[in-house]
């Protein structure tokens, strides 16, 4: 494992500061284990997820309400398959046995992380499979019908999850969505990641998810790792003499242009790779619904237009081509237009839990003179 010598620590707790923030509830969780050692508090950078591990093979996993920090969205106890389940635990406790052997996971964000984790044989179903990159070893199990596919993450068969054995259901959850819809026994476990303030707050969650699949060694070092790197490059840019482009991200979408919010992760990856986001000052942690025209007011000068897409590369052809307005643009005029074909870059994967690699593709973007010889992995310039 990877470590930080001090003096880097120091400043990037001053460049990062969502690296020294730690959300705990005060919901009394040495009261749910009697006679269990000191509890032992896990994580240390999430808003929503809090991991207590009591020292006998039992972990409590807390995650606060994204959409109301008042409550909490949903409780659990991981307890070790060898260990004695502890008695009288409270009614809002859902508790899950670890390692989990089968797992049905919504997203192909959290099925990378438990395959670089060395889990992935836990993995029995997937939902929205047309989603998961042709390059995605999840794919390679559908194909040999090692993977079920149990329909949309929206509506999925309870009945497949049923006769798949499912334990636990990985699913991102939505405002207002409901949980009970899945059966006694069947366990829904509420990732919020995406709806965390920070890249490194995000990148936490692997460590709950090393300890759903018994590999919380390897979890550490990743997250270790992960910490280390993007810290490192952050400071690098926060220290350089540079100037600060102006930066779009996406296009409009059956009338809709979606941004992050300014107190997304991604904004602040932005700000971390040295760009000027227009909506920086905005609230909230997930997306922003815009309309062209609100957009067009606040980022017709930008000076760079990232894009990404699933299937196709975006070029200045295809943007103007999807809309002759955005030829307008000041980045369209330039050719500064960036292209990442998700679904050959697995770029939405990567941030979530590796986002020190998107972040050097940032600068490397952003500020050339910083990134000597480095090669874009997800990002494309697609020209004039």
Same mark, same amino acid.
């Given at each position: 494992m990877r470590t930080l010598p001090c003096l880097i620590i120091a400043l990037a707790a001053v460049?990062?500061? +969502?690296?020294?923030?730690?959300?705990?509830?005060?919901s009394g969780v040495d009261d749910i284990i009697v006679g269990a050692a000191t509890p032992d508090t896990l994580t240390h950078h999430c808003h929503y997820l809090t991991l207590v591990d009591f020292g006998n093979g039992t972990t409590l996993a807390e995650i606060t309400n994204p959409w109301d920090s008042?409550?909490?969205?949903?409780? =659990?106890?991981?307890?070790?398959? $060898?260990?004695?389940?502890?008695e009288q635990l409270p009614a809002d406790v859902s508790v899950i046995r670890t390692p989990v052997q089968n797992a049905a996971v919504?997203?192909?964000? %959290?099925?990378?992380? #438990?395959?670089?984790? +060395?889990?992935i044989g836990a993995v029995k179903s997937v939902a929205d499979a047309a989603y998961f990159p042709k390059n995605d070893t999840v794919c390679a199990l559908l194909a040999q019908g090692k993977v079920t596919d149990v329909g949309t993450s929206e509506m999925p068969s309870v009945e497949r999850l049923a006769a798949a054995g499912t334990e636990v259901v990985l699913r991102?959850?939505?405002?207002g969505a409901n949980a009970a819809s899945f059966p006694t026994g069947m366990v829904a476990v509420e990732m919020a990641d995406y709806l965390e303030t920070s890249p490194i707050s995000r990148a936490e969650w692997i460590l709950l998810?090393?300890?759903?699949? +018994?590999?919380?060694?390897?979890?550490?070092?990743? !997250? *270790? $790792?992960?910490?280390?790197? =993007? *810290? $490192?490059?952050?400071?690098?840019?926060?220290?350089?003499?540079?100037?600060?482009?102006?930066?779009?991200?996406?296009?409009?979408?059956?009338?809709?242009w979606y941004v992050p919010a300014g107190k997304s992760y991604q904004a602040r990856m932005l700000a971390d790779a040295g760009?000027?986001?227009?909506?920086?000052?905005?609230?909230?942690? +997930?997306?922003?619904?815009?309309?062209?025209?609100?957009?067009?007011?606040?980022?017709?000068?930008a000076d760079m237009w990232l894009v990404r897409s699933f299937g196709y590369e975006t070029t200045p052809a295809t943007l103007k081509a999807m809309n002759?307005?955005?030829?307008? !643009?000041?980045?369209?005029?330039?050719?500064?237009?960036? *292209?990442?074909n998700s679904a050959e870059r697995l770029i939405f994967n990567d941030m979530a839990f590796h986002p020190?690699?998107?972040?050097?593709? =940032?600068?490397? #973007? !952003? %500020?050339?003179?910083?990134?000597?010889? =480095?090669?874009l992995k997800y990002f494309r310039k697609t020209g004039k």
């Open positions: 460049a990062l500061p +969502g690296l020294s923030s730690c959300n705990r509830n005060g008042t409550r909490q969205l949903a409780r =659990y106890l991981l307890v070790d398959r $060898d260990s004695a389940m502890p919504f997203s192909a964000v %959290h099925t990378s992380a #438990i395959n670089e984790l +060395g889990a991102s959850p939505m405002q998810i090393g300890r759903l699949f +018994g590999k919380d060694a390897e979890a550490q070092t990743i !997250f *270790s $790792d992960v910490v280390a790197d =993007y *810290s $490192d490059l952050a400071l690098k840019v926060k220290l350089a003499d540079k100037t600060t482009p102006k930066v779009l991200t996406e296009t409009e979408v059956s009338g809709v760009a000027s986001y227009p909506w920086s000052d905005t609230d909230g942690t +997930g997306s922003l619904a815009l309309s062209l025209e609100s957009v067009a007011e606040k980022a017709m000068d002759p307005r955005y030829a307008a !643009f000041k980045a369209w005029k330039d050719g500064e237009v960036y *292209s990442c020190e690699k998107i972040l050097a593709d =940032y600068v490397a #973007i !952003f %500020h050339p003179e910083l990134m000597p010889g =480095y090669e």
